[in-house]
């Protein structure tokens, strides 16, 4: 059974292990040199409690991990984040990539955030169709935007904004 619970620095090897791995076999990041345990240990660190990293596992062993970002150091952007979301391959289509954006939604909120992004890059119909049933909206695309495997690709922009009293 999958639990969700807040990532420790020592989940950041398999954090850096599914992240490279996206890195090297996907278009769902456009990082295209694999990153250190250094490198996602800082990362790591530049998160806060407005802006958590999550992971998942079945049976204590982490199968995948989401987070939210700060958007941009400019204050006035303080109440918006980006969502990330990684999942191991050997657990794809199992509803962990679903149950970590749920939870990351919920502490998204819980924190106190206004807005929540997400950059999806063209193909992945499955994440757009799941950001979507959380009541994500399209944004619009950029097109071409990035240039990863010897092609050119869209990214759609998708927002969630939460209703303030």
Same mark, same amino acid.
């Given at each position: 059974?999958?639990?969700? $619970? ?17 890195? #090297? ?15 996602? &240990?800082?990362?790591?660190? =530049? ?12 049976? !204590? ?19 918006? =984040? ?9 657990? $794809? ?7 970590? #954006?749920?939870?990351?939604?919920? @502490? ?9 992004? =997400? ?12 950001? @979507? ?8 695309? &950029?097109? !071409? ?12 922009? &998708? @927002? ?6």
């Amino acid at each position: 059974m999958l639990s969700i $619970r807040p990532a420790t620095k020592d989940d950041v090897v398999i954090i850096t292990e599914i992240y490279n791995d996206a890195i #090297l076999n996907s278009t769902a990041t456009f990082d295209t040199d694999i990153k250190t345990i250094d490198d996602r &240990m800082s990362w790591f660190l =530049s998160h806060d409690k407005n802006h958590p990293v999550i992971v998942g596992e079945i049976n !204590e062993e982490v199968v995948g991990w989401a987070s939210l970002t700060k958007w941009s150091d400019r204050c006035a952007y303080d109440g918006t =984040s980006e969502v990330s979301v990684y999942v191991h391959k050997s657990h $794809r289509g199992k509803g962990v990539g679903k149950r970590l #954006l749920e939870i990351l939604i919920a @502490e998204g909120e819980k924190c106190g955030l206004h807005y929540l992004l =997400s950059r999806i890059t063209e193909g992945n119909e499955t994440s757009i169709h799941i950001h @979507e049933r959380f009541g994500f909206t399209h944004v619009g695309v &950029m097109h !071409e935007v990035g240039f990863k495997f010897g092609k050119f690709l869209d990214v759609h922009i &998708m @927002e969630k904004v939460f209703k303030t009293n």
